[in-house]
């Protein structure tokens, strides 16, 4: 079985995804997780600049 899944605002995410691969920015990663809970919508929880933070963004209920 299969879920398909889209982000509430994908806007956001694309401008998030741009920002990681620009150069020109310190972002290195980008967290996405289920918008309140709901396998099917999807939503940027953080884009950050160093990689030792992306543990405590994570919720290991949410992890696949």
Known sequence: MSTSAQFENSEEFQEALGSVRNDNTENVY???GHLENDPTRLTVVK???DLEDIAEN??????G
């Open 30 to 32: 980008v967290t996405v």
């Open 58 to 63: 994570l919720d290991s209920s949410q992890v």
């Open 47 to 49: 884009i950050g600049q």
